[in-house]
């Protein structure tokens, strides 16, 4: 009887672009090529991020916490199942509990109980949805919290509260709405986003952009 073995050649490289810090850096010793061998499948072209809170190997499955916690599990829930990394979204955050009180309780790993590496988004797509004006400056957006606050997103903002509240990978600041102008203004805000993340701060996280349904 013949014994026939299929091999399957998986070759999965890491999608996201990440900035050089002043603290963490992606070099050649940070960006390593490894082969797995597991039951004939080869998995090629892992990249390592080496962050604050650990080492991430990429491809990921990433949890969202999006309120600074994952729906019905815990910390150590999500370690079981292998999680190197929870998303949280600075929207939230912003609104609930604070970015300055999110600080003063530790920064966002002591606030989640999370000693592994976390990424914020932006939150520019959550006040995009919202009834929001939108211009070169930011946008402007109702809290659906407090009934009725006005509150101001800029690209500085936003980075400021990512990088406030400690998070190890912070997205730039993005016009979401899909059209031509936006697609420009996104550029235009990445601009201001990395000026203001250059500005020295006692965290520096990598930085990162949204690319979304293939336009950016």
Known sequence: TALFFSLRIFFISADLVLAKTGVATISRETIKNKIFFTSLVIIHQI???KTRHGEIATPVFMPVGTNATVKSLSPED???IGAQIILANNYHLFLRPGSENDAKMG??????????PILTD????QVQSLNCKISEDGVEFTSPLDGGGKHFFTPESAMKSQIQIGADIIMAFDDSTGSKEAMDR???WLKRCIKAFNTPTPVSPYVGGDERGGRM
Request: hydrophobic share 40%; proline share 0%; charged share 15%.
């Open 78 to 80: 999500l370690k079981q």
């Open 107 to 116: 920064g966002i790993h002591q606030f989640m109980n999370w000693n592994r």
């Open 122 to 125: 932006s939150g520019g797509f």
């Open 47 to 49: 990249m390592i991020i």
């Open 186 to 188: 996104t550029h235009r």
